[in-house]
Structures are given as C-alpha cells and as structure tokens.
C-alpha cells in the first residue's frame, strides 16, 4: 500500500497556472502507477492524467490534454501535475491515486488515495 498527501491548490484566475504535488510512502514508489482525479460540486469524479511506475508512459483526459502535465520524482517519490491555461470549469478538488503496476483511467481501479487539495479558478 502506498500513503499519499497532495498540495498545491489554490485560487487562481482563468489562464492561470498551478502545480500540484503528491508525495508518497509505503510501498515501491516505482511499482505504481499514479494518477489524478477530479471531482467538482455535484459532479462525479473524473479521471484527469496518470503516469506509469517509471514514468515512461502517461495519459490525460481529453478536456486537459494540452494543457496539463503529469511528471513523476521517483528520487523524492512525488508526482505532480502541473496545470496551465486553466479554465473556470477545471475548478475541483483534485486527488492523488495510487494502484499497482498499470495505468488505468478507472477511479474504481485505484486502492490508495490522498485527501485531495481543492482548486478554484475563477473567471
């Protein structure tokens, strides 16, 4: 099991910038792939961007490809996101997960979660 705590979030205006970050503990950093979700008022939690264990394979929802980024620290076992040009309806709380070797974009498929950092951009 891998333990996660995020941080970063914060308010910030439309075509603004942010970077999350998530630092891990527990279980090999570098045998889990990590990903980010989402989740707005009233909405259901969706999937933004997951890295692979060695950070060699990543991928991202279409509403963010582009403009964001996930990158992985396998040295301080850290991932971050790291998000430009944000728009008013990326605000949301945004959460760290972790799940044992492949990636996938299923929240139902992540085992550890962090408490997430909320985000708030605003028009």
């Known amino acids: 099991q891998v333990q996660l705590v995020e941080s970063g979030g914060g308010l910030v205006q439309a075509g603004g910038s942010l970077r999350l970050s998530c630092v891990a503990s527990?279980?090999?950093?570098?045998?889990?792939?990590m990903a980010w979700f989402r989740q707005a008022p009233e909405k259901e939690r969706e999937f933004v961007a997951v890295?692979?264990?060695?950070?060699?394979?990543?991928d991202y929802a279409d509403s963010v490809k582009g403009r964001f980024t996930i990158f992985r620290d396998l040295d301080h076992n850290t991932v971050y996101l790291q998000m430009t040009s944000l728009k008013p309806e990326d605000t949301a709380v945004y959460s760290c997960?972790?799940?044992?070797?492949?990636?996938?974009?299923?929240?139902?498929?992540?085992?550890?979660w962090g408490q997430g950092t909320q985000v708030t951009v605003s028009s």
């Open positions: 997960a972790a799940r044992y070797r492949a990636n996938s974009r299923r929240s139902s498929a992540y085992d550890n």
């Open positions: 890295i692979s264990g060695s950070g060699s394979t990543t």
């Open positions: 527990g279980r090999t950093f570098s045998s889990y792939a």
